[in-house]
């Protein structure tokens, strides 16, 4: 890592994309923070133009900064989608100025707005890791999970409801009913049992051996027996 005056209000330290900038001391908003700097390149020249890495700042169609060197340590300020900072580029003087948007407190990430060109080369194709993009992100997984939960719970509920049908459905074909409805394909309340008539009507499922009231038998008295004859 280069060498950082002590007077200087930022470090380079360890962020959550790989090495960062982070405030050592309170950044007030509109303050110049740091200089972007490197060798300039010409694109009218096919050597300069030939150039090619993440560092080059564009000032205009023929000037860029090639900040890929060490000492340029504002080539550790990372990117952000929601940033604390900005670029201030003033193409006639050929120089960039890293300026803060927001008051930026000691140990918070220096971080400024890349540019679409940049993000749709370098990052898009990886996925924006800044915070606010993090945060999305975040944002959605939970969103897919309750989302998830939601059908799950439906999914049961529907089965549930089919289940308590299908149920009912059962006990209604298989249930005892009362008040003369079929109940295992036996009628009640006298009028047909197991091919049986009841109530005196017929019986052993044909109509032969009725059952009628018979009359008592006439009982004839019988005649004395005769006295025997008396011997003289």
């Known amino acids: 890592m280069p060498a950082i005056p002590a007077n200087k209000p930022y470090r380079v330290g ?4 790989g090495l960062g900038l982070f405030a050592t001391k309170p950044i007030k908003k509109g303050t110049k923070i740091i200089r972007y700097f490197g060798p300039l390149l010409d694109s009218k020249k096919k050597k300069d133009d030939a150039i090619e890495n993440k560092y080059l700042f564009e000032l205009n169609n023929r000037w860029t900064i090639d900040g890929s060197v060490r000492k340029n340590v504002a080539r550790y300020i990372n990117h952000a989608c929601k940033p604390n900072a900005e670029s201030d580029v003033k193409p006639r003087k050929r120089k960039v100025f890293i300026r803060a948007i927001k008051n930026i407190e000691p140990g918070e990430e220096i971080n400024y707005d890349y540019g679409t060109d940049y993000f749709k080369a370098y990052l898009k194709p990886i996925g924006c890791k800044c915070a606010a993009c993090e945060k999305k992100r975040k944002k959605k997984r939970a969103e897919a999970r309750a989302e998830k939960l939601r059908l799950k719970a439906k999914a049961e509920r529907k089965a549930l409801k089919q289940a308590e049908k299908l149920a009912a459905k059962a006990a ?17 309340n006298g009028v047909k049992a197991n091919g049986k008539h009841l109530n005196g009507k017929h019986l ?29």
């Open 14 to 17: 360890r962020s959550s994309t």
């Open 204 to 232: 052993n499922g044909n109509g032969q051996g009725k059952v009628t009231a018979r009359k008592p038998l006439a009982v004839r008295p019988r005649a004395p027996a005769p006295e025997p004859a008396l011997q003289a």
């Open 172 to 188: 209604k074909k298989n249930g005892a009913s009362a008040n003369g409805v079929k109940a295992n394909g036996v009628k009640m």
